[in-house]
C-alpha cells in the first residue's frame, strides 16, 4: 500500500500546496510595498520552497525550436515518427537549406533508469547543428494500461532493432547510460543475423558494460542484495485512477529518493543557497529552478525491466560472461564486425566506474582496429558525460567525427584511437 499512501499523500497536500503559491505571488508582487522588505521575501521564499517540495514534477518539454547550421539561425519541428506503447521515436526535423548535403542520422537511445528522455536536452541540442538527430522517449509506465502488455529487456532489444529498421541504411546510434547494454545486445543479434540494417557505428557512453571493474555504490548495492530483496521491498502496483492501474511497476518516486540519497548533502546545500537567493533577490534562482525542474521529473519503470535488468546487468555480470539471452538465444558480442565502436568514459563517474564502458571494447573481439576507440574525459562525473560545457567542446566534436568517418556512404579516412584526455595513439 505504499504507493497508495504516496499518493494519498500528494492529493491531500494539494490544498496547501495551492493556498502557499497563491500567497507566494501576493509576497512577491512587485505591487506590494512588503515584496521589498527582507521579510517580505523571506516570506515569499519561505511560500516557494514549501510548494517545489510538496510538488509533483510533470514531464518536461525538449523546448529546442531552433538551432545554428552554418551561420544560419534554423527552425527545429519535434514530431513524432515511430511509436508503440511504451516509447515514440522522436525526430527533431531541421529545416535545413536546399543546398547543404545529408548530414548523419544518428539515434540516440535514452535511458530508462527513472528520468525523462529531456534529461538528454543538452545531448540533442549539441548534435542538431550536425546531424538528424532522433531520440527515444521512453513512457511513463504508470501511464500504460495493463491491456498493452508487459514490457522487459528482450522488448527493450526489440523495440531497437525495430527503430533502427524504420530509420534505415548507414543509422549511427548513441546510448547513454543504461541502453548501453541492451544497444550492443541489439547490434549483436542484427549481425549475426546479417542484417543489412544494423547500425553503421555504436557510441556508448557512461554505461554499465561489465559492472565488476571499478564497482561504483549503485553496483554494491545490487550485488549486497539479493533479486527477491528488489522484488519485495521497490516493486510496487500503480494505483488507481492511473491508466496503468495495477501494473507493477519501480515508482518513479522510490528512484527519486535513491538519487537523492547519494548526494544528500549536496542537495541540501542546493536548496538552502536557492533560499538565500530568493530572499537576497539576486536572479540566481533560475539555474536552481531548471536544473531541478528536469532532476525531480521522474517516471516508473515496467517491474519486469527493472528485475531483469538488475539481474543480468548488475548482479550475473551476463554480457561480459557470454551469458546473456534474447528471446532464447545467447547474445554473441563477437558477431559484431561491421559496426563501428567507440566508448566514452567519464573520469569521476559514480555511476559507471571507469573502465565498465571500455569492457565493451574488449568483448566486441571481431571489430577492426581502425573502426574502434575510446575516450576517457577528464575531470567530468556521469552526468557530464553526456551534457555540459565540457561535452559540447570536446566530446560532442569527438562523436561526430567518429560518425562521420564511419559512415558507410562515405570514404574512411583512418581513425587514430583516443586513449585519454585528446591525446592519441
Known sequence: MFYQLYELNHAAMAPFRAAADIMRFAYANPLNPFSHTPLGRTMAASLEMFERTTRRYG?????????????????VREEIVWSRPFCNLLHFARNVPAARGNDPRILIVAPMSGHYATLLRGTVEALLPSADVYITDWIDARMVPMTEGTFDFDDYVD????????????????????PSVPVLAAAAVMEEA??????????LMGGPIDTRINPTAVNKLAQERSLQWFSDNVIMNVPWPQPGFMRPV???????????????????????????????NDGEPEKHRDFYDEYLAVMDLTAEFYLQTVEEVFIKHSLPKGELMHRGKRVDPAAIRKVALLTV????????????????????????????????????????????SRFRREIAPRILDFVRQHSRSAVKPPVPRVIKGGRTA
Open 59 to 75: 514531464k518536461p518539454e525538449f523546448g529546442l525550436n531552433q538551432t545554428t547550421i552554418g551561420d544560419r539561425m534554423v527552425s
Open 345 to 388: 568514459e567519464g573520469e569521476n563517474d559514480d555511476i559507471s566506474g571507469v573502465g565498465q564502458t571500455k569492457a565493451a571494447q574488449t568483448i566486441c573481439v571481431n571489430i577492426p582496429e581502425d573502426m574502434r576507440m575510446h575516450y576517457l574525459q577528464p575531470d567530468v562525473g556521469h552526468y557530464g558525460v553526456f551534457n555540459g
Open 194 to 203: 546479417n542484417d543489412p540494417l544494423s547500425p553503421a557505428s555504436m557510441t
Open 159 to 178: 523495440y531497437v532493432i525495430e527503430m533502427l529498421h524504420f530509420l534505415g541504411h548507414d543509422t549511427h546510434v548513441i546510448a547513454v547510460c543504461q
Open 250 to 280: 519501480y515508482p518513479g518516486f522510490l528512484q527519486l529518493s535513491g538519487f537523492m540519497s547519494m548526494n544528500l548533502d549536496r542537495h541540501l546545500v542546493a536548496h538552502k543557497e536557492f533560499f538565500m537567493h530568493l530572499v537576497k
